[in-house]
């Protein structure tokens, strides 16, 4: 493992280019932690688990700039119901720290608004670079994030236009990390573009993971936090349309 192995971060980022099939942004993330509190895996699961944490955070914080406390509660847990991101949360994988650097670049979309923000731009920037830095498919997310803070200010498209301009960052990343990324698949001799033809069981997969158990889910969500606040019954149906969301 380059965070076990490396000595100092130029290493880490060779080894991490060397032996793995993504960007060396986790391991780069992961190495400090190695040097504080060790290699081993419990150390190292940490960060996903925290970064899940944080991105929790930030999402209902996020909601919280449209909604009551009850209805961000209930999109918060909407969220942390589904079986991937618990399962994410404990993995030594990348997935934590996507769904982090997702959640942050959505809150970032919404500082300082309506006027021209320095901080939202750099932190905008910050968050595009590192989606694209951390998996070669970070820049999918990137797409969906722009796609929807632009639309958020349709009509006024030129306003759109300026929100989202910093993020151009993620795609400059990944053009610099592009002939890393075709030497990663040389020496690992997986195919460039490895990903399986979708089939009819995958189909199914996803849909008993995000559709069949979903509502049962998000059920309970909302009975949760009907008892838990009482007094904002009347958010409860912005706490459904965020939920299913």
Not at 50 to 79: E, M
Not at 205 to 210: C, D, T, V
Request: charged share 10%.
């Amino acid at each position: 493992y380059a965070p076990r192995d490396a000595t100092n971060p130029i290493e880490v980022a060779r080894l991490a280019l060397r032996y793995d099939v993504a960007p060396p942004l986790l391991h780069l993330t992961l190495w400090p932690v190695a040097q504080v509190a060790g290699s081993l895996p419990p150390a190292l699961r940490s960060v996903s688990l925290v970064s899940v944490a944080l991105a929790t955070i930030l999402l209902y914080f996020l909601l919280r700039r449209r909604f009551g406390v009850a209805p961000s509660a209930a999109g918060v847990l909407a969220v942390l119901s589904n079986s991937l991101v618990i399962t994410h949360a404990l993995e030594l994988r990348s997935y934590g720290l996507w769904l982090l650097f997702g959640c942050g670049f959505a809150w970032a979309l919404g500082l300082d608004p309506g006027r021209p923000s320095r901080r939202r731009d750099v932190a905008l920037a910050i968050l595009a670079a590192s989606l694209c830095a951390l998996h070669w498919f970070g820049v999918t997310s990137l797409a969906l994030l722009v796609a929807g803070g632009f639309l958020s200010q349709w009509p006024r498209w030129r306003e759109g236009l300026r929100l989202v301009a910093p993020a151009a960052a993620g795609p400059v990343v990944l053009a610099l990390l592009l002939p890393a990324m075709v030497r990663q698949f040389e020496y690992s001799g997986t195919a460039l573009f490895w990903v399986p033809s979708l089939s009819f069981a995958q189909v199914m997969q996803m849909a008993q993971l995000f559709w069949i158990r979903l509502p049962i889910a998000v059920g309970l969500v909302l009975l949760l936090a009907y008892q838990l606040f009482p007094r904002f019954t009347r958010d409860w149906r912005p706490a459904a349309r965020v939920a299913g969301v």
